[in-house]
C-alpha cells in the first residue's frame, strides 16, 4: 500500500475515533447536579414525595427534560401512588432513552400493575387487558425506529458518510487498480447504509413525536359507546395508568376537545373525557 492510501486510512481512523468519541460524551453525567434536584433527592430520601414531585418539576422547568429528570419524577410519582402520571413519566423517559434498562425495567414493573389492576376489574370476565399483539413489520418498526434514538441513528449516518468520503478518495487517487476497486465498492456501500441510517433517524424522530399513545389519569373510566356522559359503557372499567392508542377526537362548538376515542385492544374501545386522558 502506498504511502498516499495509508494517509487516507490513517485520516478516516482518526475522524471514527472523534465520532466515537463525541457518541461516549452523551452519556456523561456532569458532577454538578442543580440545587433543584438535589433538594428533590434529599425530599424523595425523606419521604416527602409531593416536594420531591414539586422540585423535580421545577429542575425540568429550569434545565429542560431529560430522560433521568422523567425517571427520577416517575419514581416519586409511583411512590405518591399517583400510578398515572408515573407511566406518563416513565414513558417519555423511555422515549429518551429506550436503551436506558432501568426505565425499561421499572416501566414494564408498572404496566404489569396497571394490567392486574385491569384484571380485577374485569371481575372473572374472559376480556384482555392488555394491547393487541404487534404484528411482525410492527414488531420491526419499534425494534429500530422506537428503541433507539435518533441521534444514534444520526451518528451512524454521519460515521457512514465519513466513510463514504473516505471510499470515494480513495477511488479517485489511488493508484492500483485493486486499491481503486476497493474505493469504488466501498463507496456505494457506505453511501447506501449513510442513507439508510438517515431515513432510521426521521423514523425514530417521528417515533418520538408521535402523539397517537396517550395515558388514562383518572382514577378509574369507564370507555363509552358515544361521546356523551349519558351513552353506554362498552367495556369493563380501566384504571389510571392504562396506554391507550388515541382513535379519534370531538371537539365542540369553540374548538375545543371534549372526547377522545381510545382503544386498548378489541375488547376495549370507546370514547372517554379528553380530561381523563394525557397524550404522551
Known sequence: MNIRIRRIYGWMGRALLVLTLAMTAQGVRADDAPA?????????????????ISQYKEAMITDGYTAEL??????????????????????????????????????????????DANRAE?????????????????SLHKALAKDHTSNSWAILAAMSFILFIGALTLYIFARMVAARKV????????????????????????AYDNREECVLVAYKA??????????????????????????????????????????LNSDYVGWVKAADIEIL
Open 222 to 263: 369507564e370507555l363509552l359507546t358515544e361521546p356523551d356522559s349519558n351513552s353506554k359503557p362498552s367495556s369493563m372499567p380501566l384504571t389510571r395508568g392504562t396506554k391507550m392508542l388515541l382513535v379519534s377526537e370531538e371537539i365542540d362548538a369553540t374548538g375545543k376537545v371534549t372526547w377522545y376515542k381510545v382503544r
Open 122 to 138: 374485569a371481575r372473572g370476565k374472559k376480556v384482555r387487558v392488555t394491547a393487541d399483539d404487534e404484528s411482525f413489520f410492527e
Open 70 to 115: 422523567l425517571y427520577n419524577l416517575g419514581n416519586a410519582y409511583f411512590k405518591a401512588n399517583d400510578i398515572g402520571d408515573a407511566m406518563i413519566c416513565y414513558e417519555r423517559a423511555h422515549r429518551l432513552a429506550p436503551r436506558n434498562k432501568t426505565i425499561s425495567n421499572n416501566l414494564r414493573y408498572l404496566q404489569s400493575k396497571v394490567e
Open 183 to 206: 474505493g469504488f465498492f466501498s463507496s456505494i456501500v457506505f453511501l447506501c447504509f449513510s442513507l439508510m441510517f438517515l431515513y432510521l433517524s426521521f423514523a425514530s424522530a417521528r
Open 36 to 52: 433543584e434536584v438535589e433538594r428533590a433527592d434529599s425530599a424523595y430520601i425523606a419521604g416527602d414525595y409531593n416536594e420531591a
